[in-house]
């Protein structure tokens, strides 16, 4: 039988791209990743059932469905973009072993997994490609909130008596330890204040799910979210916001083919960020009856650009922006915020022609938590440079879609692999740029 975690160690295939045509057309974005694999979680709150819209069909949700159905909870695929989440009964307390390493959504567990059964044993994310992302936020809010927690080498055990509300300070505003603290305090006991919380899109919209689930959450000013526990939560059905690292990806690859794609389901609220760096670049849009639409205003020229928690330019916008700079005239310089190493992908596009140095200074804006500690975050892009096609090896996610961008640009063909990577988080990539008229194939793998 197939697990979800097969489908994390193999590419199903290859990219084989051809680069040079401009995309055109139109692009429906799906549901946004990093909402609805935490709403899937929130779905353990209560026994009552949870349906959520607008789901993408990509590795990463396959993966939390087979968690949560190893958990005890019945989910069944209720169309082709809709998921029924029951939790009725949680019938095992610990997240199998299998998930050691998987992705960042065992650890959000924790939580509900201790209301429904006052224990959990949890599977470590472990660290990535980008930059070493440890727990310990999300594991002293949860000592903080009366859990035990006891640290092993490759998972880690929770258990309390009943949680209780706490004022949580976070040392930065991490989008994962505000999620993670926000689904143990709908139900504890008194009320929780989360001080420098995250205040992503993603998270106000899974705020909204447990709202109509009876939770009882405020999002005031200063980064500060007050959530009063509540006795029990009921079920709900709710439609995610739109993905809007992928409306970010089609709108970054009209600009840098030259061409104009109708990016529909995409929210000029969530990427204003993006939306002035692509217009300090040369990129145009326009706000269509069902989206945006995105083209090339100009002549592409260099910009700065310094990544920060919302709402500041988001981290997963870095790679396709960088690749768009290696098409613009001038020096652009970028500052990565986030992740400490999240420029390691840049390598394989000097191999393509880029000019791309990386630098261990903070070179745009303020300086950030990296500052004097010899991380290799920040990059100074030089344009316009041809790409040469070549064969490829994706990394991580976010670095996939720069690299099918660059590919796209590129004269020549390239061949990619890690595209299971890529697939974890866009929905039918080949599929959307074909029919954009992007030269995109499959390839078998070997
Ligand atoms: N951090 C700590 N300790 C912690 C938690 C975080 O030091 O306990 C640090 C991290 O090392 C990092 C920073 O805080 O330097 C921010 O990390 P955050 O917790 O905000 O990130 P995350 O929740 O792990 C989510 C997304 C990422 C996205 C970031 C930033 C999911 C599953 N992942 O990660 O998305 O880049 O927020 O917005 O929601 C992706 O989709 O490819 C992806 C990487």
Redesign the pocket.
Same mark, same amino acid.
């Given at each position: 039988m197939s697990t979800g975690t097969d489908a994390m160690s193999a590419d199903r295939h290859l990219y084989r791209i051809t680069g040079g045509m401009p995309l055109k057309g139109e692009v429906k974005v799906s549901g946004a990743?990093?909402a609805i694999?935490?709403q899937m979680v929130a779905a353990l709150l209560t026994e009552e059932p949870v349906r959520i819209a607008n789901v993408p069909r990509i590795v990463e949700v396959d993966l939390v469905v087979g968690m949560l159905q190893q958990l005890g909870a019945t989910v069944d695929w209720t169309g082709r973009h809709e998921i029924r989440v029951e939790a009725g009964t949680i019938a095992d307390s610990g997240l199998a072993e299998r998930y050691t390493g998987a992705?960042?959504?065992p650890i959000l567990m924790m939580g509900p997994l201790l209301h429904r059964v006052g224990e959990a044993v949890i599977p470590l994310p472990g660290g990535c490609q980008?930059?070493?992302?440890?727990?310990?936020?999300?594991l002293d809010a949860l000592r903080q909130m009366g859990a035990e927690v006891i640290e092993q080498p490759t998972a880690v055990h929770v258990r309390t008596t009943g949680l209780v509300g706490a004022h949580i300070e976070l040392a930065?505003?991490?989008?994962?330890?505000t999620?993670n603290i926000v689904l143990a305090a709908v139900l504890a006991r008194g009320t929780t204040v989360i001080h420098n919380a995250?205040i992503?899109p =993603?998270i106000i919209d899974t705020i909204l799910m447990l709202q109509k689930m009876g939770a009882l959450i405020e999002v005031q000013t200063d980064r500060r979210i007050v959530i009063e526990g509540v006795k029990r939560l009921r079920g709900t059905g709710h439609t995610a916001i739109t993905d809007r690292?992928e409306a970010a990806s089609f709108a970054a690859a009209a600009v840098a083919t030259g061409g104009s794609v109708e990016v529909i389901g995409a929210r000029q609220t969530d990427l204003t960020g993006l939306i002035n760096s692509l217009h300090r670049i040369g990129g145009g849009f326009a706000e269509t009856p069902r989206g945006l639409a995105f083209y090339r205003a100009r002549d592409l020229t260099a910009a700065n650009i310094r990544t920060d928690?919302h709402p500041g330019l988001?981290?997963?916008w870095q790679q396709p922006l960088v690749l768009l700079l290696t098409q613009a005239k001038g020096a652009s310089i970028v500052h990565e915020t986030?992740? =400490?190493d999240r420029f390691g992908y840049t390598e394989q596009l000097r191999q393509m022609g880029a000019r791309i140095e990386l630098n261990t200074a903070c070179l745009v804006g303020d300086s950030c938590r990296f500052a004097n500690r010899d991380h290799a975050h920040s990059a100074v892009v030089n344009g316009p440079t041809p790409l040469t096609g070549r064969d490829l090896e994706i990394p991580?996610?976010?670095a996939g879609f720069a690299f099918v961008l660059a590919a796209l640009v590129a004269e020549g063909t390239s061949t990619i692999s890690g595209t299971r990577y890529l697939e974890r988080?866009y929905e039918d990539p080949v599929g959307k740029l074909t029919a954009m008229g992007g030269q995109v194939e499959t390839a078998p793998v070997g």
């Open positions: 990743k990093n694999t935490k992705n960042r959504i980008i930059g070493k992302r440890p727990i310990d936020y999300h930065f505003p991490s989008v994962g330890a999620e995250a992503e =993603e690292v928690v988001l981290t997963d986030i992740y =400490e991580d996610l976010r988080g």
